[in-house]
């Protein structure tokens, strides 16, 4: 890691504004989110640029999702779930074996609590 920050300033001032940014998360800090969206801007690495910009577009959401407790990974896992069934089967079956894979089983024995 040392050798990529040493051989680029850029590589280098990236991971210090996701460290950062992990930070944040992890220790539900809202309050430093426009310290670092205005950092970010400022770093002028363009990836950074753009995440900061959507970041800041939304920026109350944002807030929410650091503080709040409530997640809708639930709901998020199961459209993903479904999203990625259909495209396996996309071109390659029909109804039936789409609805075959998505509704349980009827009958499955196997199933503990």
């Not at 040392?2 to 992990?22: N, P, Y």
């Amino acid at each position: 890691m040392d050798v990529l920050k040493q051989g680029s300033r850029e590589f280098a001032l990236m991971r210090s504004l996701a460290i950062r940014f992990r930070g944040i998360l992890r220790n539900g800090e809202s309050s430093k989110l426009e310290i670092w969206i205005d950092d970010a801007v400022s770093f002028g690495l363009a990836p950074m640029v753009r995440f900061a910009r959507v970041l800041h577009r939304d920026i109350d959401a944002v807030r929410n999702a650091i503080e709040l407790p409530w997640s809708n990974g639930q709901a998020e896992g199961q459209i993903n779930r479904l999203k990625t069934i259909k495209r396996a089967m996309y071109g390659r079956a029909g109804t039936e074996l789409l609805r075959a894979r998505m509704l349980p089983l009827i009958n499955n024995h196997h199933h503990t609590k």
